[in-house]
């Protein structure tokens, strides 16, 4: 079966503060995908980041940044340097089939100015 | 317009009424998912079509959700006699089929209010 946990309901910081979302996801095939979607408070859904299980290399985009390591099955993401645009609730997600998706419960992260 | 479109935003019904969401998907693409949403939760997956295979239905909470798919394009989500915790907002996304786990792109959502 699979699965992703994000046991961070909830997470507030300061603007400019480093902050970590934790993802921890269960899946026994060998290939999957590994995603993160950020919802802001208007609602939609965007997609940020695709991992596929082969490529462990942690990826860095501006003041994002994800660490991906098989070891642990985890898949966190990285705000540096926070900003009150970045307010939203952030979803990991896997897909194993190439199709089939399993989000998490979402983090909801709060930036204060 | 160039994303996947969702009607209506908002709907608003009273309980044991039928109702019917639209979601438009991005030209092209050939799989679409809708989910559900209920406050401050995370997102149900309820069912996923991919090009002109049987869709997957295993997400689907009861007889009284159905969705179809016509053309392989628009895709209607059926709720039949609604009730009070089918409140939620209902996502559609869509994306390229096939293997290589492609990034979904979602609509607005339908906002479902059931009175």
């Known amino acids: 079966a699979q699965k992703v946990t994000q046991a961070q309901t909830e997470i507030s910081v300061v603007e400019k503060e480093d902050v970590t979302l934790d993802c921890v996801y269960e899946?026994?095939?060998?290939?999957?995908?590994l995603f993160w979607y950020k919802q802001p408070p208007s609602g939609e859904l965007v997609f940020l980041i695709r991992?596929?299980?082969?490529?462990?290399q942690n990826e860095i985009s501006g003041r994002y940044s994800w660490n991906f390591q098989k070891s642990t099955s985890s898949f966190n993401f990285t705000i540096t340097a926070s900003q009150v645009v970045d307010s939203a609730v952030y979803f990991c997600?896997?897909?194993?089939?190439?199709?089939?998706?399993?989000f998490g419960t979402g983090t909801s992260l709060t930036v204060i100015p | 317009g160039a994303g996947v479109s969702q009607s209506p935003s908002n709907k608003v019904t009273e309980k044991g009424k039928d109702v019917e969401l639209r979601c438009d998907p991005i030209s092209g693409h050939t799989a679409l998912y809708w989910y559900r949403q209920s406050l401050g939760q995370g997102l149900e997956f309820l069912i996923y079509f991919q090009g002109n295979s049987a869709p997957d239905k295993s997400g689907l909470p009861s007889d009284r959700f159905s969705a179809e798919r016509t053309g392989g394009s628009v895709s209607t989500l059926t709720i039949q006699r609604t009730q009070q915790e089918d409140s939620a907002v209902y996502l559609c996304a869509s994306s390229f089929g096939g293997p290589g786990g492609q990034p979904q792109h979602f609509g607005d959502g339908t906002r479902l209010s059931i009175l």
């Open positions: 997600a896997l897909s194993v089939t190439g199709n089939q998706f399993y």
């Open positions: 991992r596929n299980s082969f490529d462990e």
């Open positions: 899946t026994r095939d060998t290939t999957y995908y």
